[in-house]
């Protein structure tokens, strides 16, 4: 995978060799070196943030500096080296569309915090790092810092960035997770990964709210992941019935990409799905105690309590399972308006007009605004001005 484009002698190489070793050992399942340098990426991301495909994502912007000269990251940086995790745990297809009383967590998901086990990991090779070169100076990242990642992995060889925006790797995949160490000294430069995607479009054929506008250019604002997880206020509602049951992100574009099919799984324990992650019902009954308890150290934590029962909301209200409607009904008298607002369209979704008169009885001396708008939405079709 490397190709020597600096000189560096014997010794060095056989350091950088034994660094690879233990990032294998680690548990890292790929690792390469990328010279400090965007190319055209950078100009790329300008404008995908000037088209303002960021949506409400303003760390992004706020980093723009930073994401776009990594010497602002880490004077002086020569080196990044890049590091994948495979997360795959389970074979996944399309039947979960189907599943309509199970909500859909992607896969990363699952279990516990990636952020955490990474961390660690990217600690310890650092510090192997610094033991080699003891007159480096260094900092780790794993999706947490204002750098591009993907085009930097793309540099180091770990693959190309398909035309969803994930990265790829010829003959394993993209269910993997990334993660980087800058160093602010040379060291050998990998062969860049060359773009194998042809003339498929079949992430971007399946894409259920078409947030792959063109091929490598993904409008966050469109799609699911952002939806569940970082978009903080209510759903669109031209997306909620192509949210499905979707609760926290989407991996329609990785499920029916062709490369994944070389996918291999992890044996990793802590990806391993935990239980009662994905009962719909069972999920709209959690307070904010039972929330706490149930996402202790999983990723799902970040939507709060609030932007999960949103999801499920859209969720139960796209399964058209009358089972539902009780506990739907008890959301109603929820302390947050988010969620509150959210359980009216799921409830009319399930009882159509007669959900009308439910709304008299529960939300008679409702004041919020965003729950007046849905409640209005859902007996009249129109939208409070």
């Not at 790929?30 to 100009?43: E, H, Y």
């Not at 009962?279 to 150290?297: A, P, T």
């Amino acid at each position: 995978m490397d190709n020597n484009i600096i000189p560096m002698n014997s010794q060095a190489h056989d350091k950088v060799n034994a660094l690879r070793d233990l990032a294998h050992e680690l548990g890292f399942s790929g690792f390469g070196i990328a010279p400090a340098q965007l190319d055209k990426a950078g100009q790329h991301f300008q404008k995908w943030l000037a088209d303002g495909m960021a949506g409400e994502m303003s760390y992004i912007a706020r980093g723009e500096d930073k994401r776009l000269d990594l010497d602002k990251v880490l004077p002086g940086v020569q080196s990044v080296i890049c590091l994948s995790t495979n997360y795959l745990t389970d074979d996944k297809d399309m039947s979960f569309v189907e599943e309509k009383n199970t909500g859909d967590v992607s896969l990363y998901a699952l279990n516990n915090d990636y952020h955490d086990l990474l961390w660690a990991r990217l600690k310890t090779l650092e510090d192997a790092l610094k033991q080699a070169f003891p007159e480096c100076t260094s900092r780790h990242y794993v999706d947490t810092g204002p750098i591009l990642e993907k085009p930097l992995a793309q540099n180091a060889g770990l693959g190309w960035v398909g035309k969803h925006t994930n990265l790829i790797e010829e003959g394993s995949g993209s269910w993997f997770f990334l993660s980087e160490i800058l160093v602010d000294i040379p060291l050998p430069y990998s062969t860049p990964a060359i773009d194998h995607c042809g003339t498929c479009s079949s992430c971007i054929d399946i894409c259920p709210t078409q947030a792959i506008v063109a091929p490598y250019v993904l409008d966050s604002r469109k799609c699911i992941s952002y939806l569940t997880i970082e978009l903080k206020g209510p759903i669109p509602i031209e997306f909620r019935k192509a949210i499905g049951s979707r609760i926290y992100g989407c991996d329609d574009c990785q499920i029916v990409c062709p490369w994944n099919s070389f996918a291999q799984k992890t044996e990793e324990p802590e990806f391993i799905e935990r239980e009662g992650t994905r009962n719909l019902i069972e999920l709209m009954r959690l307070d904010d105690e039972g929330f706490r308890n149930r996402f202790r150290k999983s990723p799902v934590k970040r939507t709060k309590r609030r932007g999960l029962l949103r999801n499920v909301a859209i969720a139960l209200g796209n399964s058209g399972n009358a089972e539902a409607i009780p506990v739907l009904t008890d959301a109603l008298d929820d302390a947050e308006a988010l969620i509150r607002a959210h359980a009216v369209w799921a409830l009319a979704e399930l009882m159509g007009e007669n959900a009308g008169t439910l709304f008299d009885l529960k939300l008679k001396g409702e004041q919020d605004e965003m729950v007046l708008e849905e409640i209005n939405r859902a007996q009249t079709g129109k939208t409070i001005k």
